[in-house]
């Protein structure tokens, strides 16, 4: 199964699956979830501690670094799948939506090749 | 289009449209999908200030409240599956046998209603 | 050396000592910084998994665990220093005053006993 | 009052009072503080989005950026301080014990001038 024949649906359910056969539910609540997101999160970043943008896409091509950093991503995405059976949120309806309003707030025009700047609030969940 | 009847594929699409249509693969480089992953894994925290687990609870039947909360859990998403684009990494793939190998760590006879507790280093990535 | 006859500026001053000595001030950049601040704060929830807040109450009473969580606060705070030391930044004038806005925005007779809900938003910094 | 003439339980002094003016002790646990940390390091991150290192050096220069960049460290450090009166951990010790560890794991002649790079594992709570 790979992205192309996996619907959301489907990732859900393994999850939900994985959470249940432990009798998990109780400890995935809303809040200790976002809290295990950051947590991976945080993990996720760690594998890029003191380097600069140019040496992070070097390592990034070394294929072993590559799979390290696509497991702890693995983990984000399972709390967040996770967190999204929790509140009964149909995840692509809502991805989508916001990628509709992040089209308006950013223009293709205005935006295109710039990102935002230090102290550029008020823009905080945009690329 | 809602979870049952979209691929992993498709929202991997629609999120590499989003971000090549300002040329913004610049910008969406691994380290720094990272931090932002991990921004917006902040701001669902923020969603859970000072609760108790059980006035977390509550307020997530607030349907305004669990809106909100999706929406920042979108964010993560949205960064995630960018993070995913930039590393040609199958979400699918790496989620599943991440699960499977988690279902050899924690055996469900064993781990069952159980959680880990303060200071059970080195089972960093489960439930 | 306690807290009592420590100055926030012996501190500082060993913080910036350690890094000048391995000529780490190049890596030390705010932007570095704050990420690794993030990293650390990031291990410091992770002793609180998945336990409610009497659970981690009962959890800090056990001299080992306690000590370790100090340790990680140890690390939070050290790369703060040093955060401090690369903005040339006074920490004490810095938090006093902080700490007198946060008087003005929490008048005592108004937050005495209250916490911050989920969605109040725009209190961001406070209790 | 400066970092020269302050000492850390000046400090830690002020924190405690103005979170005992609010009866505040009860949502400073720390488990909720790990949380409070964790959120106002995002924060700091979130002054530094998608910029190199260089551009972030850049704005750093610009007085009114740095301001607001310190105000985020003093909330990291102001939640760090109340951490540690809610553990009655002696700041001063811990951080100078932890300096004299990571001085023995990171000789000055091996590690002058060197960082960890991504999956330097092992290494994680160093410069």
Same sequence: chains 1, 2, 3, 4.
Avoid: C
């Avoid at 992070?56 to 590559?66: F, I, L």
């Avoid at 929790?86 to 995840?91: I, Q």
Wanted: hydrophobic share 45%; glycine share 4%; no cysteine.
């Amino acid at each position: 199964m790979t992205d192309n024949d996996t619907t959301v649906a489907n990732l859900r359910q393994r999850v939900a699956e994985f959470v249940a056969a432990r009798d998990w539910e109780q400890f995935h609540t809303p809040r200790n979830l976002s809290v295990a997101i950051a947590v991976e999160a945080a993990e996720l970043m760690e594998h890029f501690p003191w380097l600069t943008n140019e040496q992070a896409a070097v390592a990034m091509r070394d294929e072993m670094k590559q799979a390290a950093v696509a497991d702890e991503l693995a983990d984000v995405l399972i709390y967040g799948l996770s967190l999204a059976n929790a509140l009964s949120m149909d995840v692509s309806t809502t991805v989508l939506s916001k990628l509709e309003r992040n089209e308006q707030r950013f223009p293709t025009e205005e935006w295109r090749g710039r990102a935002r700047g230090v102290g550029d609030a008020g823009s905080r969940t945009a690329g």
